[in-house]
């Protein structure tokens, strides 16, 4: 064995293991410190309700019943209904709120199904002091949460508004596109969790709000980027993805029916659209048919949940992209107002389609 070789390899193993350590502890410490730096120049807009052993942002505006409840998508949090929160609020009392882990929420360690976001949910407004009867409006991912509230509290719940909401059987119907997309998902939000330990995903810029053309202001852009370069917000995606992911079963139930209760689903115009779907899948180099394969089976999934309910409503929001709310936030009020005052609306699925002058480009984006 030749000794000096053996020896100057330790030490090159040494030297670049502490280089790591203290690269990695560095990284640490950076990620610490700019998140209590953030915290502090963006403290929560509304309150923190203890539940469960939790703290849970709640903001709410306005007065009047019922109150609308507002339930964020993937990652998202309470800055997502911005363009529309106050706006709602001038009528009515509207809330919304952070999931555990996302926005100004603390967070847990185990995924939660959705019947535990309900009870959550029911909780906070509860210790909050809001009275039912509330209006569920579940953007996305949030409208698989706002049925379950539905199933689990019927009596506390007036109507629904589903905007581009996630279907719960949507992998299974997407396959075999959605097995590869989940897993590429999952793994990359899996390696973005511990480089955020490390404030690499800070440093990139890889979460960052204003990452698509947006209408949010800027102030808003810069606190939104702020809490979702938190350690905390990973997490809580890796959580709800390993959820998701639970879609793929070909076992997994339709939606439970709504009954006859006052239901609007708004659909996001792009991305059922094939003539737009075909003309971005160019754009962006994906394959066309593939593409029109997936919006296709989103309209069938959209049209599907307008049948969840006998009393329904079906809107097709004409350019506007998965985050409705925020493309077309007037039209967004209008529809949404209307669908509280009445709820007399006509029996049966009757799909309209709103059309709005301009476009504001977004992707698909799940969840």
Request: charged letters at 15%; a neutral charge.
């Amino acid at each position: 064995m030749n000794h000096p070789t053996f020896r100057r390899c330790l030490r090159y193993c040494f030297f670049g293991s502490a280089i790591v350590s203290l690269t990695a502890l560095a990284g640490a410490v950076y990620q610490t410190g700019t998140t209590v730096a953030d915290l502090a120049a963006f403290p929560p807009p509304g309150q923190m309700i203890a539940v469960n052993g939790l703290n849970l942002h709640l903001y709410c505006l306005g007065s009047g019943s019922p109150t609308l409840i507002l339930e964020a998508g993937l990652g998202e949090n309470v800055l997502s209904w911005y363009p529309v929160h106050a706006k709602l609020a001038q009528t009515m009392r509207v809330c919304a709120y952070d999931r555990p882990g996302l926005g100004w929420s603390d967070p847990v360690d185990a995924a939660i199904q959705p019947e535990e976001v309900a009870e959550n949910l029911k909780a906070l407004l509860h210790n909050g002091g809001i009275a039912p009867p509330f209006v569920l409006i579940g953007h996305s991912r949030g409208g698989i949460y706002v049925r379950a509230f539905y199933h689990r509290f019927p009596e506390q719940t007036q109507g629904i508004v589903l905007v581009d909401s996630t279907h719960e059987q949507s992998p299974m119907h997407q396959y075999p596109y959605a097995v590869w997309d989940y897993r590429k998902q999952a793994l990359q939000i899996a390696i973005a969790e511990p480089l955020s330990r490390l404030g690499i995903v800070r440093l990139l810029g890889i979460v960052d709000a204003d990452r698509r053309p947006s209408p949010l202001p800027a102030e808003i852009l810069a606190a939104k980027t702020a809490i979702q370069n938190r350690t905390d917000t990973a997490h809580a995606v890796v959580n709800e993805i390993a959820v998701m992911r639970q879609g793929l079963d070909p076992a997994t139930p339709p939606p439970g029916s709504l009954s006859n209760l006052p239901l609007l689903v708004l659909t996001a115009g792009n991305l059922v659209n094939l003539a737009i779907v075909a003309r971005e899948a160019v754009r962006s180099g994906k394959d066309v048919e593939t593409e029109k394969a997936l919006a296709e089976i989103q309209q069938a999934e959209q049209d599907d949940l307008a049948r969840l309910s006998s009393h329904s409503r079906h809107i097709i929001v004409s350019n506007s992209g998965h985050f409705i709310m925020q493309d077309r936030a007037d039209e967004f009020v209008g529809v949404v107002r209307e669908f509280v005052k009445a709820f007399n609306l006509t029996s049966g699925s009757n799909r309209q389609h709103h059309s709005s002058a301009g476009l504001i480009p977004t992707g698909k984006i799940d969840g």
